[in-house]
């Protein structure tokens, strides 16, 4: 089992960025595909970015695409999503998890392990 512990989250003005990270400990997270998900209040968990285990794979929302990056240094077990170009809808809980399916995954229910969130509020 592995345990996730996001950080990085805050209060941004509207084109600004912010670095969240997500540091897992437990077992290895290395060989374990990696996704960020958020939500905001009233709504449903959506999908941000995945990356493989490797990091040679990444898939993006595409309400994200070209202004978020996903990355990860298996050496620190971390994961880390730069967010460029903030919006006000980018505001929610952000969320961290891992999975072991093959490849990457953009389905929340594909993900048995998941951080307790991090808070980004971006003001207009």
């Known amino acids: 089992q592995v345990q996730l512990v996001e950080s990085g989250g805050g209060l941004v003005q509207a084109g600004g960025s912010l670095r969240l990270s997500c540091a897992a400990s437990g077992r290895t997270s290395r060989n374990y595909v990696m996704g960020w998900f958020r939500q905001a209040p009233g709504k449903e968990r959506d999908f941000v970015a995945t990356?493989?285990?490797?990091?040679?794979?990444?898939y993006y929302a595409d309400s994200v695409k070209g202004r978020f990056t996903i990355s990860r240094d298996n050496a620190k077990n971390t994961v880390y999503l730069q967010m460029n170009s903030l919006k006000p809808e980018d505001t929610a809980v952000y969320y961290c998890?891992?999975?072991?399916?093959?490849?990457?995954?953009?389905?929340?229910?594909?993900?048995?392990?998941w951080g307790q969130g991090t808070q980004v509020v971006v003001s207009s």
């Open positions: 998890a891992a999975t072991t399916v093959r490849g990457t995954s953009s389905r929340p229910g594909e993900y048995p392990y």
């Open positions: 990356i493989n285990w490797s990091g040679s794979s990444t």
